[in-house]
């Protein structure tokens, strides 16, 4: 299928006007709630397998289905390179994305080590006990919230506390404005005037990096000091790095640029996903019955003041299958960019050197050859053995495969854990439209009506 041949045509589709391209539609369809829409609509037009467009100012290839899912997870470094558009390029000069950066690579070698399952599992009581002082603090007692500010504290929090050890919470409130102006401007149209999306975000960012250079003085400080341990938190286990010499590792310069990647990676996702399974759960009675029946139990199981564990996760299957129909239906991440290193053929079209690449979870998630009734909220298609290979792809896969994909299990299972255990809810806006920016979020935060068990049963 992707062998060099004589120069064939060049993939089918419409690049646009001249430098926006089709940034406006690609845009557009996100702006009104349908991405998936720009990709299914070509894909019907031009190919399943393939079409060309222009957009954020590069001329781009779409490879769709499991087979352009399964190349651009798997050529990395061969035929192509991670590529990320030009805004977030200039926003992170030093990106762990930037692949011929030796010291980056060694992040990354590092991440899987403090992400991997075995060692979060330490961290499922943290992530209880400040799920619990949150929904304490910011829902109880109160009749009307708008989830999605409290979607960002409540994971924006736990990454501080996990990422960082910072507990103070006017600290983190500090911090979460310039970071949502961060992540607002990343897929941006470049425009580094005053007020526009992307010079906030650069404002931001510069902010940030200073605020994690203090953090890490202090950090360094505390160990030296033996008042923190090296696995405490990702910052001590970074900064605990030593090579044969005894020497640091990682600059504190690419620590700070590591941690706000991270943060940035872990933080519009898992806060995209909680979002949307409330709303979800909120239009979708008998999910919602089923997801509390299977936290009840667990809630039963336990001592009074007894924090969730490692079994307690494993017993979560359905509410996990569902978190999964929500990223089915709306992926946190729209997808990621790759850059074509040589000209190759896909699919008996050219790929010219340079073009940009990308890879949509839509052109699989949305597609009825793979996932029956598409537009159908059934959490058990994940049941048995579940979707076809690369057809399910909200983390990625391959060798990219998301580092983060446990630790945002956890977090939104400890989440939906606490949220059913105490409330139904109803939405105040039935008919609350989504945007999809970078992930997608309801246009006016998700209002709702909270309904305490304790109410209900005392009704009863
Ligand atoms: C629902 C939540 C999340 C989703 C949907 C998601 C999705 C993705 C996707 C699609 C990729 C790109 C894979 C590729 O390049 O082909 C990725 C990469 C990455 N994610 Fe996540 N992610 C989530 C949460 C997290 C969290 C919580 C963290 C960290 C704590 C994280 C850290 C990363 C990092 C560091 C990479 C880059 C890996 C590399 O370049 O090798 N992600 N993620």
Known sequence: LFHKQNPSSMPPGKMGWPIIGETLEFLSAGRTGRPEKFVIDRMIKYSPECFKTSILGQPMAFLCGPSGNKFLFYNVNKSVKVWWPNSLQKIFPNSLQNDSNETAKKVKRLLPQFLKPKALQRYIGIIDAISQRHFA??????????VFPLAKEYTFWLACRLLLSIEDPDHVTRLVDPFHLLASGIISIPTDFPGTPFN???????????EFTTIITKKKHELA??????TQDLLSHMLSLVDENGEHVLSEELIAEAIMGLLLAGYDGV???????????AELPHIYDAVYREQLEIA???????LLNCKDIQEMKYS???ACEVMRLLPPSPGVFREATND???AGFTIPKGWKLHWSAHSTHWNPQYFSDPEKF???????????????VPFGGGPGLCPGREYARLVILVFMHNVVKRFRWEKLLPDEQMIVHLSPTPAKGLPIRLISHEVTEKED
């Not at 994940?382 to 690369?390: D, H, L, N, Q, V």
């Open 137 to 146: 603090s910011k829902w109880e007692g109160k009749e009307e919230i708008i």
């Open 200 to 210: 906030k975000a650069i404002r931001a960012a510069k902010f940030l990096r200073n």
């Open 225 to 230: 000091m033996q008042m923190a341990t090296p």
């Open 271 to 281: 806060t995209s996903t909680i979002t949307l399974i409330i709303k979800y759960l």
């Open 300 to 306: 039963k199981s336990k001592a009074p003041g007894e």
């Open 320 to 322: 996990w299958n569902v």
């Open 344 to 346: 190759f053929l896909y």
């Open 378 to 392: 059934n959490p058990t298609r994940f049941e048995g053995t579940g979707p076809a290979p690369y057809t399910y």
